[in-house]
């Protein structure tokens, strides 16, 4: 196998036509220089080069491998260049999978914090929902992926425990529910509202699987939700809801990136929170461009909890 090492003491002899020049030049002693031409030639195959008085001179075979090391070194210092840059933050790309609430909230100021920070780093940006936002990360169409989950109503799933156990999971933070109730509804100016006290009630329910933990929640208060829509978009069950079609439970975050028309927001009780994380992949955890955007996002959701205790919330 040839060594680049070994190339460039190679193109050193050939520049400067001595075993002692290439010494001078590398910043090394002439045996080691004689023992790495020694050791190429025997990679080789074949003598690279003959001494022709106080000269060293290419044979052909050198000639060749010297034309070819030119590309090579070439090539290899521009590989580290860029591996450098991109190890000091000044160059990479970070491909981020989030939620539509997430999107709409954590990610823009991480995201402003990070190009503020490390301007060479590219971000992008595509939305998903759990489970297929997971999906991608294994499937290499991501290097992050924020996502939920919600605590088990029903017992121990072991395919839900199992769910993140192979992925380093970022704790973001704790997002509770928040009952949404027609603006005039009977318990629009109630303290707290318990979930059975909209047991009668239509539902408009969101995402498959927060539809799913409301069904669940639900069902373990004593009744099941009659769910007239369902929707992802967070928007459109706010609108239903504004439209006096039903009521909703939704994360705090969507409430945050759309302000409630005609609907009133209320406290439900018992009170229940998703999780949210950044999740990468073991060997993505320690690349300086995915590690600085995982810090930005649990620094984003530190910022909106201090702005949220400030306003009182």
Partial sequence: MIEARHLRVLRAVAQTGSFSGAA??????????????????????????????????LTQAGEALV???????????????????????????????????????????????????????RVSLVEAEPPRSIEMLRNGDCEIALAFRYPEVRGADPAARAEWDDLVV???????????????????????????????????????RCRRHLVEVCESAGFTPRIDFATDDYPAVIGLVGAGLGVAALPELTLESVRPKRATAVRLEPAVQREIVALTLPDLAHVPAVEATLDQLVNAAGRRARTAVGEGR
């Fill in 67 to 121: 034309r070819h090391a030119v590309g090579i070194l070439a090539g290899l210092t521009a590989a580290e260049e860029e591996v450098a840059a991109i190890a000091g933050l000044r160059a990479g790309r970070v491909r981020l999978v989030s939620f539509p609430s997430g999107s709409s909230t954590l990610v823009p100021t991480a995201l402003a914090r990070m190009r503020a920070a490390h301007p060479g780093t």
């Fill in 170 to 208: 970022r704790p973001i933070l704790a997002d509770r529910l928040i009952g949404l109730v027609p603006e005039g509804h009977r318990l629009a100016t109630a303290e707290a509202v318990r979930f059975t006290e909209l047991a009668d009630e239509p539902w408009i329910a969101g995402c498959p």
């Fill in 24 to 57: 001078r030049e590398l910043g090394c002693t002439q045996p080691a220089i004689s023992q790495q031409m020694k050791a190429l030639e025997q990679s080789a195959g074949t003598p690279l080069l003959v001494r022709a008085g106080r000269e060293m001179r």
